[in-house]
Every structure is written in C-alpha cells, then in structure tokens.
C-alpha cells in the first residue's frame, strides 16, 4: 500500500484493478475493490487497520466483472454512475456466470475462490458530476464515458489526485469489449486538457502515472479505430478482425496474464469496434 497524500491510499499490486481509500474520521471512502476474494478480504483488513470505523461508502469506477464480483467484502453502500446503477438492478439475484468465467480463465488459481454471490446494490448514483466532503476534504465524481458508458472519475482537488478507472491503463492493454471508443478518446482529451492540477493519476489497471499517460491509450485506440474502419470499408466480414490480434498483443506487455485470456480480450475489443464503426458507415450511407 503507499500513501499519495495526507489520508490518501493506494494498491496497485492486487491481480486485476487497483484500489484506494482516502480516510475520514467517520470512516474510508474506498474506490473500486480488488477482483478476487482473497485479495478482497486482505483489503478490507488494511482499510480496518488504517481506520477502526466500517467503510463509509464505496465507490466503483464501473461495472467490468472485477470490480463488481468482490463488493460485498468491504460491506458498504455504493457510489456509482447512473449507468452501473442500471446495469446491476438489470441482473437477476446473482451475477452472470460468465463475469465470474472470465475472471477463472484471467487467473485459474486465485478464480477457484469466485462464487456466484447475490447481486449488490446501489445506494446513491449521479448523471454528470457528485461532490462529497468530508471534513476539509471534497471528493469529485465525474462521469468519465468511453470504456463503459457508467465509467467514472474520482478527483481530489485539494492533493491534486486523480483515480481515473480504465480510462488509463498505465502500461498495460486497454480493454474496449464494452466500449465506446469515440466517447473514450473525447474523454482522454478531455483529461489531457483538465483545468485543475493533477499531480499524480491512479490509473484503473497499471502503475501510478501523470498526464503523459493519456498518449499510449490514445494511439492504442487510434490505431484499432483505423484498422476497422480501413477493414469495413473493404467489406470484409466481422469473424476476420481477429487477423489483427497480433499486431495489438504486442503493443503492451502482457504482465504475467495469460496470452490465450488477453487475445480472447483483444478479439471482444475489435469485434466491438467493428459494430461500432460499422454502424457509424450505415448511419452516414
């Protein structure tokens, strides 16, 4: 765990998304929670030792099946944009099978500890912007759209931290099998031309990282973009996107994740952008 901040915490070793917590004397706001159990149970014990009182609220950054399977471990209402709200009331009692399938292939061992747990709720959802202070401390949710429509922003004006979910991946494969990548690269700009110091940006998977961080993710979906546009254009069909699978595997390094889940990963991500595209060329035609 490494301190940013006076009351500021950070983990970025957990398998799958980073994590923090920023401290208040009624109790840690944490941001998003680790994807698998055991590391979920280690986290919420750290967050009891930094702060005796239970977690006051916990806010997720979206609703990829990491970050949502492990929620109840930390026993807290939930923050989230209106879009997550959504997409978690539209689940039934317990979450899909495959949330917890893709997570099993991602990491075999830790996943045999993934169950099929009741679906959590809600508590206070947002549109555009949510503002909570704490204390001398204000937290600022921002809806940040692109790699899911509920993807989120949690900005510290006063530390000049940003905890910026999967709009950066900080050296590591953006995901896109549920995005939408022309609101994702308006949001990168967007963050590139923010009007408040940002000091330090935790990014949703990957290391630690300021604003230079925003290129890599930007030519990453630039140059997918060009592809499939480039791939529809010629009329080719759907199934032979995965022709460009090696030229993006290479793009990041894989980080200890197995090949066959991220080519699977970058398969879902062009197969995505095909849709998108393709119907942008209908709409246009």
Same mark, same amino acid.
């Given at each position: 765990m490494e301190q940013l901040a006076d009351r500021v915490y950070v983990e970025t070793t957990y398998d799958g998304v980073n994590v923090g917590a920023i401290l208040t004397q009624d109790g840690p706001v944490a941001i998003d929670v680790p994807s698998y159990p055991r590391d979920a149970r280690d986290w919420a014990t750290r967050l009891h030792t930094l702060n005796r009182?239970?977690?006051?609220?916990?806010?997720?950054t979206d609703c990829h099946g990491d970050r949502i399977l492990n929620t109840r471990w930390l026993n807290a209402p939930m923050i989230a944009h209106q879009a997550t709200a959504d997409r978690l009331n539209a689940y039934d009692k317990r979450y899909p099978q495959s949330l917890l399938d893709?997570?099993?292939?991602?990491?075999?061992?830790a996943g045999r500890l993934l169950s099929n747990s009741p679906v959590e709720r809600v508590a206070l959802s947002f549109s555009q912007d949510l503002r909570l202070v704490k204390e001398e401390c204000e937290v600022v949710f921002v809806a940040a759209p692109g790699p899911m429509p509920g993807n989120i922003w949690v900005y510290l004006p006063q530390a000049g931290?940003?905890?910026?979910?999967?709009?950066?991946?900080?050296?590591?494969?953006?995901? +896109?099998?549920?995005?939408?990548?022309?609101?994702? +690269?308006?949001?990168?700009?967007?963050?590139?031309q923010w009007p408040q110091e940002i000091k330090v940006i935790v990014s949703?998977?990957?290391?630690?990282?300021?604003?230079?961080? @925003?290129?890599? @993710?930007?030519?990453?979906?630039?140059?997918?973009?060009?592809?499939?546009?480039?791939?529809?254009?010629?009329?080719?069909?759907?199934?032979e996107t995965a022709a460009y699978i090696p030229e993006f595997l290479s793009m990041f390094p894989l980080n200890n994740v197995p090949t066959e889940w991220l080519e699977h990963q970058i398969r879902l991500s062009l197969e995505r952008l095909y849709d998108e595209i393709q119907l942008a060329q209908n709409r246009g035609t």
């Open positions: 009182r239970p977690v006051q609220f916990l806010a997720l893709s997570l099993l292939a991602r990491n075999p061992i931290i940003l905890f910026a979910g999967d709009t950066i991946t900080a050296g590591t494969h953006p995901l +896109l099998a549920e995005a939408n990548s022309e609101q994702w +690269l308006a949001t990168l700009e967007r963050l590139r949703g998977r990957g290391s630690l990282c300021d604003v230079s961080a @925003v290129q890599p @993710v930007q030519d990453y979906i630039e140059r997918m973009r060009e592809r499939i546009q480039q791939h529809c254009l010629e009329k080719r069909v759907r199934a």
